[in-house]
């Protein structure tokens, strides 16, 4: 993407994901190049981007994710033994362990995903049975964009480790394996939003999540057959102190509901919350409580929106809630970046109907509503506003509303 681009030139000029089939393809190829032998099979897991509804998911909320095109592959086959060995192709480093030694803090960097996955999924595997396998991994999620990249990891290793050994389980409690290993195994603290979206996410809509439960329900989102486009931009900048704020907020949102006296901020009553906020002493305590409230009625709205009408029908009102979700981030929730607000404002001023952050926060995405012509112009407005300031080069594609995970070949 260049600050050049001609304004008018369609989406299609916007790069999208590399083709399914022949990542799939190249996965398999890589297995048999790696390990010398054919894989059993192959299966991906997709990133997400949020449409609505962030930093409440702990909070028992509902948010409305969709699945993006950039998958994680991972070409596998079963081995007679109990060892377990993962290469990537994109990081050198390499596990060979046997099964039954995984346990929390066994494991450190990328392969902890995988192998958290294997040791969350452990009850679910009847004691004679091997675990030995062999897995390749070949992620195309951009990495620290925000776009949940390991999400797409675990939940392409939950995929093939319930083929590999059978274990029938249903695609909630792969949900459940790969949260697990990502909080209990690799010590990364998540609310559930990036693994429910990855694996539950169907093609051509967005995924109405209840956080209670894990219910979920597939919204209509065909905006290319409306003639618009949800335009991703990673504004590239470096996430630093994420876990540590990410955890802060995390805090004062439970806090809010100790101090207001409910399980979680999703017992609150909209319409009641300004009585609630009063009861609440702390300013910022006050104002995390309120940017939780009021986001999940934010989704209620959009959801209410899009089930009387299509997106085209409704795209001021929803371009408005994107908008008012992004403030919200900003001034209460306090989990921005000026990047992340310098991208939001340019993608507005260029035309966008609505647009926001998008995922935790603190470096990552943006994304923005836009008429399908109006997606490079957006795109461009973008990268001369970083230009303009020194900043690193953003980078923009299109967000598809993909499928979850599967099995590829
Ligand atoms: C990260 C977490 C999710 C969710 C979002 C914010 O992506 O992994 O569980 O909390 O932040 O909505």
């Not at 393809?25 to 790696?34: I, K, M």
């Amino acid at each position: 993407m260049s600050a050049a681009a001609t304004p008018g030139t369609p989406a299609g000029a916007l790069s999208t994901a590399p083709d399914a089939a022949e990542a799939a393809a190249r996965a398999h190829a890589l297995f048999t190049e790696s390990f010398g032998y054919e894989p059993d099979g192959v299966w991906s897991a997709p990133g997400r981007v949020n449409i609505i509804g962030e930093h409440v998911d702990y909070q028992d909320g509902l948010c409305l994710p969709m699945a993006i095109s950039h998958r994680c592959f991972a070409a596998a086959a079963r081995t007679p033994t109990d060892r377990v060995r993962l290469r990537s192709a994109q990081d050198e480093q390499v596990l060979d362990i046997d099964a039954r030694e995984l346990a929390p803090g066994a494991v450190t960097g990328w392969p902890a995903y995988v192998a958290g996955v294997l040791w969350a999924l452990g009850p679910h595997i009847s004691g004679a049975t091997t675990r030995g396998m062999d897995i390749l991994i070949d992620g195309q999620v951009p990495l620290g964009a925000g776009l949940s990249s390991s999400a797409a990891l675990e939940c392409a290793a939950a995929e093939a480790i319930e083929a590999l050994l059978s274990l029938g389980t249903t695609p909630l409690q792969r949900v459940q394996a790969a949260i697990r290993a990502e909080t209990d195994f690799a010590g990364a603290s998540t609310g559930g939003l990036d693994q429910a979206a990855s694996v539950l996410s169907r093609s051509g809509h967005a995924l109405l999540l209840d956080c209670r439960d894990f219910s979920t329900e597939p919204v209509p989102w065909d905006l290319a057959g409306q003639g618009l486009a949800l335009l991703i931009t990673d504004t590239r900048a470096e996430h630093s102190h994420v876990d540590g704020e990410y955890a802060a907020r995390r805090a004062d949102t439970e806090r809010a509901a100790e101090l207001l006296d409910v399980p979680t901020l999703r017992e609150v009553d909209p319409a009641d919350l300004e009585a609630q906020l009063a009861r609440i002493e702390d300013e910022t305590v006050r104002r995390r409580a309120r940017h939780v409230v009021t986001e999940i009625q934010r989704v209620r709205e959009v959801d209410a929106l899009l089930a009387s009408g299509s997106v085209r029908e409704h795209v001021t009102a929803l371009g408005e809630l994107l908008n008012a979700s992004h403030d919200s981030l900003r001034d209460d929730f306090e989990v921005t970046v000026p990047q992340l607000d310098l991208a939001v404002d340019a993608a507005r001023a260029a035309g966008a109907h609505g647009a926001r952050m998008t995922g935790g926060g603190f470096g990552g995405s943006i994304i923005a509503l836009v008429e399908a012509e109006q997606a490079e112009p957006v795109a461009a407005a973008i990268a001369a506003a970083f230009a303009e300031q020194g900043l690193t080069a953003p980078g923009s594609f299109l967000a598809l509303p993909s499928e979850g995970a599967g099995q590829d070949r």
